[in-house]
């Protein structure tokens, strides 16, 4: 459960949250303050964000939440709409039956760096992030070749039919980044020193790694798109593991978002002066795997009618809510007429309803 004050907007992007729930598929709330006269933005969360690396290609757990501000992809998902924005391509096409794919580049877009994004240099980042295959690389599972048919073309041969406008919204391993940032040296260490080459509204200002205020953004005044109207010049992510003491810093307006919270601080912020707050659906599953050749079917059978799955999520108290299948609700693939487990210890053999 999350909790935010009221702000200005993030200069056409907005913080991407990672909430963790404790079943297997969970709603998720979020509450904001009336704006407040700084100009800094501080995301609370329970736990440390970048302790999987800095680097965009690999980068593949809760990094995503400060990455999201300095690196930008193809395309967006609006999870909203369940449309595809464009984002740093402006328009796309697909051709051969979905074989074939072509992005137009958005122009007078420049990384960090300072190098202008081209068509070759997007596809120079994409083919190391193919190359590395760590993270979600697999995004890219399907591409074969790309070519460059402009500076500002990308061409995408794909070994078999696929979404590509869709994959190329991923935040893992689909971010575009500049190759050349450490020039002759290892992209890698210099990413993890740290600094970052992407194409985002913020850029790493100060990572003070197993701190309290563990990563703060400053605003890159060259973004593309822009810093017209009310925004934030920094990020401050904080790491505050209570969320008692979350609460207080929201309260207090020490802090302007929170990630995540008990139920009943949750609703202990309705009707609070100056805090708003709002539900949204989880995208992430928790899942509890069996070992299907070292159980039998009839082990398996047992383990599932014993466990009281609908009485445990009703004794988390809202912080979560029964799953539907392994897809979760928001993402293509999710249906919400899948069979579920049913608790029943005398039950043999084991069915779903």
């Not at 933005?41 to 593949?60: L, N, Q, S």
């Not at 590395?132 to 061409?155: D, E």
């Not at 890159?220 to 010049?233: E, Q, V």
């Amino acid at each position: 459960m999350r909790a935010r004050r009221a702000r200005p907007a993030l200069a056409a992007a907005t913080l991407v949250t990672v909430t963790l729930l404790a079943a297997a598929c969970g709603g998720s709330y979020g509450a904001k303050h009336a704006p407040a006269a700084s100009q800094v933005f501080t995301y609370d969360t329970t736990a440390t964000v970048m302790d999987d690396g800095w680097d965009p290609a690999t980068e593949y757990s809760d990094g995503i939440i400060a990455m999201s501000e300095m690196y930008e992809t193809l395309t967006r998902y609006n999870s909203a709409t369940h449309k595809i924005d464009p984002l740093l391509a402006t328009h796309w096409s697909s051709a051969d039956g979905g074989k074939t794919w072509t992005f137009a580049l958005r122009r007078g877009v420049r990384f960090h760096t300072g190098r202008p994004l081209t068509a070759q240099a997007a596809k120079a980042s994409i083919e190391r992030t193919i190359k590395l295959n760590g993270g979600a690389a697999y995004v890219w599972s399907a591409v074969s070749s790309i070519a460059t048919s402009s500076p500002y073309t990308l061409v995408f041969h794909l070994k078999y039919p696929s979404p590509l406008a869709l994959d190329a919204s991923a935040d893992y391993s689909a971010y575009i980044y500049d190759t050349k940032a450490a020039g002759g040296g290892s992209l890698t260490k210099w990413l993890n020193a740290p600094h970052d080459a992407g194409t985002g509204p913020y850029t790493v200002q100060t990572w003070n790694h197993g701190q309290e205020f563990e990563v703060i953004l400053k605003a890159f005044p060259g973004y593309w798109g822009g810093w017209h109207g009310a925004h934030f010049t920094k990020v401050v992510f904080r790491v505050v593991p209570q969320d008692t003491t979350a609460v207080q810093l929201l309260r207090s307006g020490q802090v302007s978002f929170v990630e995540q919270m008990a139920p009943a601080l949750w609703r202990s912020l309705h009707g609070a002066s100056g805090i708003t707050v709002t539900q949204t659906t989880s995208w992430q599953n928790l899942l509890a795997q069996l070992n299907t050749q070292a159980l039998s079917l009839p082990v398996r059978q047992a383990i599932l009618n014993g466990i009281d799955y609908r009485g445990i999520v009703a004794a988390l108290s809202g912080a979560a809510t029964p799953s539907s299948g392994l897809v979760p609700a928001g993402m293509p693939g999710h249906f919400t007429d899948l069979p579920n487990y049913g608790y029943d210890p005398a039950e043999r053999p084991w069915w779903p309803r």
